[in-house]
């Protein structure tokens, strides 16, 4: 799978939009972009996931480049519970393989 | 909403006891893995099973590791003899299907190892 490039960190106002940014220069054709996010050392949570069109779910946005070499996850209004560990990550469509976690983005969402 | 179900929560174990974690996946799913996380390390991937086999596994599942489903719905992890490094949370998950739709992780058993 892909390797991806995540800031370490990013604060962000509550009520204002969250843009977490992530490169995947590598990616192959046949490879999605996964995020999901860890809120304090619970499980991990699947937040959205795509191939190349823009999608949108009732938790965020995910925004893919026409190359497909970055990603932006948008959470239009954050709240305080948003505060959490981001994880972008590509994996081959098909395949049951494991997901490979990286040390994602650290959210901050300040009152 | 489904989930998948760990106990214990937190476990408390002597080094050299055998330990074993235990999930419940969600029903009609297919594919079940155990991921490890020390404590301010990154999500780390053990096992991943599928139709009662092991699928794939990292260097870090070695012969004190062995999962099984012995009765359809549970999955379990054990670790036949802890160390204090085996000290993490331990996070199921399941995975409906082998499209690579969205897994599904319970809230994780946090195995202290004294």
């Known amino acids: 799978d892909a390797k991806t490039t995540q800031p370490p960190s990013m604060d962000c106002a509550e009520g204002r939009a969250a843009n977490l940014p992530c490169n995947h220069s590598?990616?192959?054709?046949?490879?999605?972009v996964y995020w999901y996010r860890q809120i304090h050392s619970q499980g991990p949570q699947y937040i959205i996931h795509?191939?190349?069109n823009n999608e949108t779910n009732e938790m965020a946005s995910l925004i893919i480049t026409e190359d497909r070499k970055s990603s932006t996850l948008i959470l239009p209004h954050a709240t305080l519970r948003d505060t959490a560990v981001y994880y972008c990550?590509?994996?081959?469509?098909?395949?049951?393989?494991?997901?490979?976690f990286g040390s994602g983005t650290q959210l901050t969402v300040l009152p | 909403e489904p989930e998948v179900t760990q106990t214990p929560s937190h476990q408390v174990t002597q080094m050299g006891q055998e330990v074993i974690l235990r999930c419940v996946p969600i029903?009609?799913?297919?594919?079940f893995y155990w991921y490890r996380q020390i404590l301010g390390q990154k999500v780390e991937f053990l096992v991943s099973?599928?139709?009662?086999?092991?699928?794939?596994k990292s260097e870090i599942f070695d012969d004190q590791f062995s999962v099984e489903r012995p009765d359809g719905s549970n999955f379990t992890l054990k670790i036949r003899s802890t160390k204090l490094e085996d000290s993490a949370m331990y996070f199921c998950?399941?995975?409906?299907?082998?499209?690579?739709?969205?897994?599904?992780f319970g809230q994780g058993t946090r195995l202290t190892v004294v």
């Open positions: 990550i590509v994996r081959v469509a098909g395949s049951a393989r494991q997901l490979t």
């Open positions: 590598t990616i192959s054709g046949n490879e999605y």
């Open positions: 795509g191939l190349k």
């Open positions: 029903s009609n799913h297919l594919y």
């Open positions: 099973f599928y139709n009662n086999e092991i699928s794939e």
């Open positions: 998950a399941s995975f409906p299907r082998e499209d690579g739709s969205e897994a599904f």
